[in-house]
Structures are given as structure tokens and as C-alpha cells.
T-cell receptor, first 109, second 113 residues
Framework: GQNIDQPTEMTATEGAIVQINCTYQ??????LFWYQQHAGEAPTFLSY??LDGLEEKGRFSSFLSRSKGYSYLLLKELQMKDSASYLC??????????WGAGTKLIIKP | TAGITQAPTSQILAAGRSMTLRCTQD?????MYWYRQDLGLGLRLIHY???????GKGEVPDGYSVSRANTDDFPLTLASAVPSQTSVYFC????????????FGPGTRLTVL
């Protein structure tokens, strides 16, 4: 079957760095996405990885290892507004997104 | 640019009643999707449409139907609602020159009693 695993909840301190991991098993692979979702709002796109390695975009970076079925999202210089759920999703062989349940990130001052 | 709009924002519906959730996008995206999001679960695909005139079933299609008469609109209909359809419903679209990411509407919170 298809499966996306990520931690349910993480807590970090304002100004610090946090890494959110995602492991996946899917039928085919056409890229991995990270989305941010604030409570009561729609998911918004953060990053896309299709090749192995690190993609950096400002304070956010995303890493992919296709051979390990593994990705992480790295958030630096955490701000209170980063408190949100972070959703990992894999595009399968049918170009449909398979979603993880999301990681709720709590930022403490 | 409005992006994707959904209506209504929220709704309380009696079991057995029918309802259509509306979704409209102005980005001329070819692909559109309906998801439901329940606590503790990932977004689950209900139905999708790769282009106007075509639709397909997702992971959880039972009890739902869709149509795609044109590029902009992708309504989702519940023919006879049941309490297990209580959820937050998101419409999304993908396409254009921006890449493969999906853009989401604001969601409809539906409660079936």
C-alpha cells in the first residue's frame, strides 16, 4: 500500500532550528511536496523536490533521498508565525498526491 | 486574481439531504481536485478532473459525485448526506506555468447531523 509517515507534533523555541522528517512508500514517485497549513486555513505550497539533495528557499530548506524514501523540511530562525501544521505529500505514478497526516509545529517564546 | 473560491464557507446539513459544494478557479488550470480533511488523517482525494469534460475517482469517492462542464468550475455533490461525511472539504487546482504544485481554496466546513 501507499504510506506517508511524519511525526504528529513537534515543539521548538523561537529563533531555533527544527527538522521535520517524512518517510514514504508509494507506487511510483514524481516528486515530493511540503505544504504549510495554519489552523483553520488552506494548505499553501512551500517546496518541491524531485531530485536528490537540498533545496533552499529563504529560512526553509527541503531535502530528498529517493533511495531511502526520505525527506525533511528544515526551518531556521523560527518565528512565532511558523506555528502551523506541515504536510508532506508524494506525487505517485498517476500524478496524484498522497498526503501524510501532517506535523503540528508548536513554537514557544 | 481571486485564485480558487469555494462556497459555502460552512454548512450544517441534515442527514439524508443533498448538497452541492461549489468550487471556481480563475487561473485556467486544467486539473482540479476535491479533498476531505479529517482530524488525524491526511488529505484524502475524493474525485479529480484532469481537464474539462473528464473526471476520475480518488481514494474515497463513495457518496460523492462531480462534474466538470468547463475549465473554471468543479462542483461536488453529496446526494444523500450521512454523518460520516462531516469534514472540511478543500478544492484544489494544478496547471499552468507554475509547476506541479496544487493551489487550494479556503475550504468548506460541513457538519452532517
Amino acid at each position: 500500500g501507499q504510506n506517508i509517515d511524519q511525526p504528529t507534533e513537534m515543539t521548538a523555541t523561537e529563533g531555533a532550528i527544527v527538522q521535520i522528517n517524512c518517510t514514504y512508500q508509494t507506487s511510483g514517485f514524481n516528486g515530493l511536496f511540503w505544504y504549510q497549513q495554519h489552523a483553520g486555513e488552506a494548505p499553501t505550497f512551500l517546496s518541491y523536490n524531485v531530485l536528490d539533495g537540498l533545496e533552499e528557499k529563504g529560512r526553509f530548506s527541503s531535502f530528498l533521498s529517493r533511495s531511502k524514501g526520505y525527506s525533511y523540511l528544515l526551518l531556521k530562525e523560527l518565528q512565532m508565525k511558523d506555528s502551523a501544521s506541515y504536510l508532506c505529500a508524494v506525487m505517485d505514478s498517476n500524478y496524484q498526491l498522497i498526503w501524510g497526516a501532517g506535523t503540528k509545529l508548536i513554537i514557544k517564546p | 486574481t481571486a485564485g480558487i473560491t469555494q462556497a459555502p464557507t460552512s454548512q450544517i446539513l441534515a442527514a439524508g439531504r443533498s448538497m452541492t459544494l461549489r468550487c471556481t478557479q480563475d487561473m485556467r488550470h486544467n486539473a482540479m481536485y476535491w479533498y476531505r480533511q479529517d482530524l488525524g488523517l491526511g488529505l484524502r482525494l475524493i474525485h479529480y478532473s484532469n481537464t474539462a469534460g473528464t473526471t476520475g475517482k480518488g481514494e474515497v469517492p463513495d457518496g460523492y459525485s462531480v462534474s466538470r462542464a468547463n475549465t473554471d468550475d468543479f462542483p461536488l455533490t453529496l446526494a444523500s448526506a450521512v454523518p460520516s461525511q462531516t469534514s472540511v472539504y478543500f478544492c484544489a487546482s494544478r496547471g499552468g506555468e507554475g509547476g506541479d504544485e496544487q493551489f487550494f481554496g479556503p475550504g468548506t466546513r460541513l457538519t452532517v447531523l
